[in-house]
């Protein structure tokens, strides 16, 4: 079940968005905000959301991208969906890595297009709650989720797993825990596997992670090419 609120300066727009949602099965709770300012005043207040539905025109200097910009930063698992009359005029600029962009619906809204979105961000969710890596560290059995893991990293005979909380030492190779990962993990360098839910920056030279200090990893000159098809591709598959 998700929870979504949805964020636009139009109460019309707003109330009809709610209506459609209100029919959808697999949405448990649903919470209006007509700026930005209200939906971060509740979120400080404890008031979390699976999704975002989001318009990408405001008043003022800042638009809906540039806010989902600033959310990516505070809650990286959050699903953002753009609903806007002006597709156009923004598809380019949606297709930056630090948005995670999960649909983009045309106004007036199509009930079967939101419930096509929203199933498919259902899936997404469930499936990354399954996905888990075990592993023996310091003589213990770890379960680690994947969906926490932002890099591994090489280390003589062992391997660092860096996640968004610390980092779990383990006796293995990236070439052994590579075969155990699925496909939004990529290897960037000899020495370093990826999860490109974190990638914030994709360079020739360089991969730079979304993380508290947005790590740079090499990219090796042989990877890079399939690297970054793989990483379009995948946005391409998550907007």
Same mark, same amino acid.
């Given at each position: ?20 949602? &209100? #029919? ?8 209006? =905000?007509?700026? *930005?300012?209200? *939906?971060?005043? &509740? ?14 025109? *405001? ?44 649909? *983009? ?36 059995? +770890? ?14 005979? =062992? ?17 052994? +825990? ?15 596997? +990826? #999860? ?15 993380? #508290? ?10 990877? =890079? ?15």
């Amino acid at each position: 079940m998700l929870d979504i609120a949805i964020i636009d300066d139009d109460i019309e727009a707003l109330k009809a968005i709610k209506k459609i949602l &209100a #029919n959808i099965k697999i949405v448990d709770f649903i919470e209006l =905000y007509k700026s *930005f300012d209200d *939906f971060f005043k &509740a979120a400080d207040s404890g008031n979390h959301y699976d999704v975002i539905l989001l318009d990408i025109q *405001f008043d003022g200097q800042e638009n809906g991208i540039d806010y989902a910009s600033r959310l990516f930063t505070i809650f990286p698992q959050l699903k953002i969906v753009f609903i806007t009359g002006y597709v156009k005029e923004y598809v380019s600029e949606v297709f930056i890595p630090r948005i995670n962009l999960a649909g *983009f619906i045309e106004k007036p809204v199509d009930a079967a297009i939101m419930q096509r979105t929203l199933e498919k961000i259902q899936e997404d969710i469930d499936n990354r709650k399954r996905e888990v890596l075990v592993i023996n560290s310091n003589g213990k059995t +770890v379960v680690i989720q994947l969906r926490d893991i932002t890099f591994i990293e090489s280390d003589g005979h =062992y391997i660092n797993i860096h996640m968004t909380d610390g980092i779990i030492r383990n006796f293995n190779s990236l070439n052994e +825990v590579e075969k155990e990962l699925p496909s939004y993990f990529k290897r960037c360098h000899r020495s370093y596997i +990826v #999860n490109m839910y974190y990638i914030s920056e994709l360079g020739n030279r360089k991969v730079i992670i979304d993380n #508290n200090h947005n790590t740079q990893l090499p990219v090796s000159r042989v990877l =890079y090419n399939n690297l970054r098809k793989e990483f379009f591709e995948f946005i391409g598959d998550n907007k």
